[in-house]
């Protein structure tokens, strides 16, 4: 923890640097910073850091695939470049946890422990997915292991979530809400009103910043006052910290700290993870706003193969398990994506099934053709 | 039988229900210490406590989302918007999460809330507390949105609504809160959402609204009645799902229609009346469906001007007695 930024709720935050150095400044190096890290860690551990981080890179490229061959519609955010922020914060959770989430979801869902294979069937949109076909990319969800959904609107998860620890709270429970969101939420309304509700009526939840320096297409020193994301909550009197998300087991430290820190205290707190995006927003967007130099930087600092070369430096990851690894990986996905291609669409009878939890009275059921006297 | 206020008769049954179901908790702006912007909560936090009657900050879209956040976990929420002009500033939580998280997610979450709001111009409160915008919600699959206009209304469908596991929006009205009425005591009738009702029967016309101007056509109607017009007054009550079949029962009896309703007259709920009695009454009708509504404006603040823009008994009388000479019933 002696290497991450910290902003305390109600004081002065730390000054971690300028606007245009404090990525480096204030966060740990993926490549040379943590392999102390790593001599801490159980060779088990790290080698399950390693495969839930390449489940996600190839699952993700195989989406992307998917994608571009019309398998997968509408749009499609991928978690490419933050397989470490996505490991490390949903090992922080216990499965009675409660996890919100943006658009950019898919990594998310499986290691809250939804199975890959219900989470392509749901990019396919099938009758098998984890919405059954309702939700598509941006909306995975699913009851059972608490992933309380993937939401499309910027921001619109935040009061949700913010409400889920206030349930929370009503009935006296233990568990803690995560709350994740891209750099660009910071400057909502609705983070500002979620932070002033859950540090007002002390909830237990963290909101996780997943900062890869672009909203869209714009930066976050174009688009943020305080680009230093993490101090965001001093306003709020909620204390907030920077990791570097490239780092899986600091991320995963900050993480389970604040979580455990929610869980106690009964108080909110805000956790940055600082991350390069490898590809564009979306599938569809080629990233020309980037320079050369930032894709190649964003190359340079690819998690999962910064993370391989840790563990092969520190003897963990032979050539051997990292084929045994590879393997398992490739053949979960295909095998995820054979289910998604065999799972049927969703019937048509069933357009109407989702509209109201209680049936009322004169609820249309009009096809678009149909007319509204039908005699 | 007691004769009771609209108001009174809301605050009984929040305060009925929240002894019934401890899941039911009350969020709002001034609902708590305050009781209440137009006292609908008085006394409830001095009986329930903070936990279950929470105040919150001027902070709609935060709540309001809250709200959702904690009935998806099983809880009951009962939100108070001080005035449906504010639910703008909640317009994303209500429209893009409350109505789409059951369905968008494959039915697996319901969404049990209440939105209990008033409407309604006539209180000189000016161009943006003065707007009737139910239609926005009533717009969207997804939400219920329903307007009670008589008191045991009022505690029969707040009943149903908070006993509903959907999100529901109760159009309340801010003429509407002294008006009284008939409640049986110990009532615990739960209003069946989606259903109009047809408040007085009648022959020559067809008179239909909704919240404060269902009240109004029935008053038109009664003085109506001494002129030897018989009116027929169909109350919506639900605004979505709209029971439609109500209002062409009633129009195919009658002939001929005049919707009364409080909002812009362009687009507005009446518009999709008469598009529906056109639709399932083409062949019965005698007049060309009229429409009653506000002034196309902003609501000014100066009282002569006010009330010019709003629609009131006289001009409702004076739409139905056009619409009857149309097709040649002579009136008074």
Redesign the interface.
Known sequence: MADTAKAKGGGTAKSTGGRRRSRKDSTTSATGGTTSGVADEKPDVLLDYYRRMVLVRRFEERTGQAYTQARIGGYCHLNLGEEATVVGLMDSLKERD?LYTNYRDHGYAIHKGMSPRRVMAELYGRSD???????GSM?M???ETRM??G?G?VG?Q???????????T?RGGDEVVMCQMGDGTTNI??WH??L??AS?WNLPIVYAIVNNFTGMGTSVERSSAEPDLYKRGSAFRIEGVRVDGRDVLAVRDAAVDLVEKARSEKRPYILECTSYRLKGHSVVDPAKYRTEDQVAEARANDPVAAFEEQLEKAGVLTEEKKKEIADAVKEEVADAADFAENSPSPDVSTLF??????P?????RRMPAD???AE | MSVITYRQALRDTLRAEMLRDDNV?LLGEEIGLFEGSYKITEGLLNEFGE?RVRD??I?E???????????????RPVVELMTINFSLIAV??II??AAK????????????MVIRTPGGGGQQLGATHSQNIELFYAFV??L?VIAPSSPADAAAMLRAAIR???PVMLLENLGLYNSKGEVPDGDETVA????AAVTREGSDITLIGYSRMAAMSLRVAEELAEQDVSVEVVDLR?LR?????TV?DSVRKTGCAVIAEDDWLTYGIGAEIA??IQ??AFDYLDAPVRRVAMAEVPLPYAKPLENAALPSAESITTAVKETLSAVGKRVG
């Open positions: 409660y997915g984890v919405a059954k076909g309702w939700g909306h969800y699913d009851t309380l959904g939401y609107i619109g935040l009061p949700l979530a913010t409400g889920a620890a206030l349930a929370v009503y309304g609705a009103e979620s002033n509700l007002l099934d989702y509209t109201y939890a209680t009322v009275a004169n609820e249309s007319p509204v006297f | 908790l936990q919150t900050p902070s879209e935060g709540f309001v989302g809250a709200a959702v956040g904690t009935a998806m976990l099983g809880l994303d939580q893009n999460h998280v059951y369905g968008m997610f494959g039915g697996q979450t319901s969404v049990p699959p997804g219920k509903d596991d959907d069946e959402i989606g259903r639900s799902p709209l029971d439609r079949q062409v598009a529906s639709e399932g």
